[in-house]
Structures are given as C-alpha cells and as structure tokens.
C-alpha cells in the first residue's frame, strides 16, 4: 500500500493506491481468480451462498451488500451455457464484446459506496449506474438502494438486461438507452453514481449530476492502468478525490451503438 498526495480539481488531497495489480476479469486486490463452485446445473440458493462464503472470506464485510448478493440469481444474467458457472467468481462473456463483472468486484465497489450512508440514506438515495450490461450489478443496487437508473450505450444489451431483470420485478430499477458519459441529466442528481466502465477521466457530466454531500465511483485509465477512483461533491464548487484499488475494466466509449 502506497500513500500518495495527488492534485485535482484545485484541491490536494490523500490517495491510497494499491500497487498490487487486478487479475485477469476485473479484480480489485483480490490476487487471483478463485473458483467458488464448479460443476454442471448448480444453479441453486446453496450456490449462491458458497459465492457469498468466499466474498465474505476475500475480505467483503458489509450485511447488506452479502444479503443483495444472496438474493440477486446471477445465473439469470448469463447465457444458458456459461450458467454452471455464474457463481464461480469470474467475469463472464455476455456478447458484443462486454463481460458481467466477477461477484467480487460487483460487491466490493458497492461495498464503497455504501460505507458512511445508514439505513434511511440508502433508501433515500438515487443512483446511477453507467454500464448496464447484462443488468446484474444494477439487480444488486435495486436490492439495497431506493432508486437506481442504469444506463446503456450497446441497443443489443439494453434490451437484453431489460429481459433478464423481469422476472425479478424491480420497480425502482429503470433503464435507459443513451450514452453514459452524459450522465442521464432527466434523473439528476445523484446521490450516488457507479460506472462499470473506464475512461480516461471522470466525465464533467457526472460530476455535476451529483448532489452535494454525494458519492462516485468510477475505474479510471491512467499511464500505469487502471484505478478506482472515489469522488465526492463537497459542496456546489468542491469536489475530492481518493485513489483506491488497481483495478480492469471494459473502455467507457463514446455514441451509440
Ligand atoms: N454492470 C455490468 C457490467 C457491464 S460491463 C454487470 O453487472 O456486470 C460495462 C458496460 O458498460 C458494457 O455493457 C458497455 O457497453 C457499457 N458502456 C461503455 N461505455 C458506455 C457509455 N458511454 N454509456 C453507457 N454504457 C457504456
């Protein structure tokens, strides 16, 4: 653990990096890919309870976000053929080149987020993910926050999410077709946004669809790779920055397709 002074916005402040680097599937300090169950059908609540054994035992710790991740079925969100293994905690090919992201990072950025906001605060929240996929990280926020808006560049995997998120009937869940980077400036502000896309900044549009008093969390690409950057709005004019892990994900991009 490297702790750096980093300048941002006009505003010094503490950074923590992590010099370990992700593994393979997008990987926050957790050194390497462990499977947490295998074999074929295991499609069961029991499954899902072992993935939750092996989150808490890699170092994840808060009740709620265990207790989102117990309820949300990730075999749902993956093709039929790669369902035996949708608990192991590995990220997963869910077409047009994009991946589901491994449980662990999934719980561990949630696990960010929600430090520091109690009960009320939760479900008081509005947030906003950008980067939808196959709706599975947004299935676990619908779980624990009173309002999510997920947005999606990829046509193809909007309406894909849309179908693996009826059968769960999220009515605080929306989804919304569009180019993340502008944020979804209809639904602003947020009090808390999450991107499951890296770009080479924080695009200015999130900063100001937060409220103040508000919370972001975002992979950011820099000379040495990726890190998980933690924003949060101060006040109107204010905003500090911590550099938290060494992290992989998919290229945030620009436009529609
Ligand atoms: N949240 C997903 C992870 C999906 S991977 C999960 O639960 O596993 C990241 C997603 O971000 C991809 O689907 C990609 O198409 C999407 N993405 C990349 N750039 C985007 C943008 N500008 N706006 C919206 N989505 C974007």
Redesign the pocket.
Known sequence: MVRRVARWMDETVIARTSKRSAGAGQAPERPAAEPLVSGPGLVSERNRQAMVEALQRGGLRDPRVLAAMLSVPRHL?VEQGLASRAYEDV?LP?G?A????RPYT?SRMIEIICAQLDAEQMSGARVL??????????A?LAHLFGEVV?????RG?HERARANLRSLRLPNLRLVF????NGVPKAAPFDVIL???A?SEVPRAWLEQMKTGGRLLAPVIQADGQVLQLIERRTREEWRLTVLDAVR???????L?
């Open positions: 969100f990220a869910i047009h994009q991946t589901i992201s999934v993910e950008v980067g939808t996929g196959c709706g599975y990280q947004a676990v997920s947005v999606e560049r990829i995997l569009g180019d993340g980077v991107s499951a896309a770009g994900f998919v290229p945030l991009r620009s436009g397709a």
